[in-house]
């Protein structure tokens, strides 16, 4: 490396960085809203850390296991549900977001954790990010291995998870998931791995990183989200039925046909590839969309996006595409553009806009 000349002058003192860490001052009120999951479970042996019984350590004693939740926050908690996050229903998405709007419009309260099952996680904090009109932190968080295990993680998570509510940086970016010292934005993060901790992956790459309680910020947010989001929890009081359908080699429309015959208001066809639809399928789709259920063509391919009218002509068909939207996220917007009455012009706008 070449050394710098003799007489260079001095250089300017650096801009502060853009991540900051938490300002020192009163500590922030952190209110941790606790739903059940692994980060609630509890294992017969250290050695099980994949054979266990999530929710069953109830929030005082998750937080009474953490004195270093002290340093961080004034931290409460509230045992909302007590469930394996496979098990969540549309009212307990319900429930639950009408719980943290409720909490962000306190004035004692300046940021909310949510501790969720990892399983269906990525579904409740999409759901959360579209609803709740705040610009408070909502961190949503769970672990991979019980506490009961060896090199258990929800420690760490839940730890990280109440410095990010409690920290002023995270203010307007939405809700986050923060797994594995990673800061996510709900809408991209995804689980994809069934058995590592590491297993929160956002396609387009995460926010930034939370380590030793400070905030590390990379990228921010472009989509809608919380106060730009034109859905609010305080206006809903019922999710409609939208439904998936799993595309394979060999499919059969005995899916379709059944949930057309229930009810659904919507389907989300997973399809192969780019969103393919096989030849036998097109008919079925199109049937249903004539009675007057939405179809939203997504793919079962975790990376990558849908293009509307590539593999089937959607403007053709009236159908939607779901953009980079997984199956089960693209059923979480769809269920809330029908409560607006959306028709499928308004739906595809929304799957460019959040
Ligand atoms: N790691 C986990 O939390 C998995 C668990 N089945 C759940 O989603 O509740």
């Known amino acids: 490396m070449a050394a710098a000349p003799a007489a260079a002058p001095a250089p300017a003192a650096p801009a502060a960085p853009a991540t900051q860490p938490v300002a020192a001052g009163p500590k922030a009120n952190v209110v941790v809203l606790a739903t ?14 994949a054979t266990y019984t999530a929710a069953k350590v109830p929030v005082d004693k998750l937080l009474a296991g953490l004195p270093e939740l002290a340093q961080v926050a004034n931290v409460r908690g509230e045992q909302v549900f007590q469930i394996a996050s496979e098990s969540f229903t549309n009212d307990n998405l319900l429930a639950l977001a009408k719980r943290v709007s ?6 004692d309260v300046d940021g909310i954790v ?3 099952g990892t399983d269906t996680l990525a579904e ?3 759901f959360l990010s579209l609803v709740v009109h705040t610009d408070k932190p909502i961190a949503v968080v769970g672990s991979m291995r019980p506490g009961t295990a060896l090199s258990a993680d929800g420690a760490l998570n839940l730890v990280n998870a109440v410095s990010v509510a409690a920290s002023k940086d995270a203010r307007g970016k939405g809700v986050l998931v923060t797994m594995n010292d990673e800061l996510n934005t709900a809408r991209d993060v995804n689980k994809d791995i069934n058995i590592q901790t590491g297993a929160f992956k956002s396609q387009w790459g995460p926010l930034g990183m939370v380590v030793e309680g400070k905030n590390y910020w990379f990228r921010a947010p472009v989509k809608r989200h919380t106060n730009q989001s034109e859905f609010n929890i305080d206006n809903i009081t019922q999710l409609p039925q939208v439904d ?4 394979y080699g060999t499919v059969q429309p005995t899916a379709v046909n059944a949930l057309v015959a229930g009810g659904a208001k919507a389907i989300i066809h997973a399809g192969t590839g780019n ?3 096989a030849d036998r399928m097109v008919k079925p789709l199109q049937d249903a969309r004539a009675k007057g ?5 997504s793919s079962r391919v975790p990376y990558g996006f849908v293009l509307r009218n590539a593999e089937q002509p959607d ?3 009236d159908w939607v595409v779901a953009h980079d939207m997984r199956p089960e996220k693209a059923r979480i917007l769809t269920m809330l553009a029908l409560t607006r009455g959306a028709d499928t012009k308004t739906l595809q706008r929304m799957f460019w806009e959040y």
């Not at 059940?36 to 850390?49: F, L, M, V």
């Not at 409720?102 to 004035?107: I, N, V």
């Not at 259920?293 to 063509?297: D, E, G, L, P």
């Open 36 to 49: 059940g999951g692994t980060i609630a479970g509890a294992g017969a042996s250290t050695i099980n850390s």
């Open 102 to 107: 409720a909490l962000s419009k306190q004035g």
């Open 114 to 116: 949510v501790t969720h």
């Open 124 to 126: 409740t904090a999409y």
């Open 244 to 247: 998936i359908v799993y595309a």
């Open 275 to 277: 969103g393919s639809v």
């Open 293 to 297: 259920t939405i179809i939203v063509r």
């Open 315 to 317: 403007d053709k068909y």
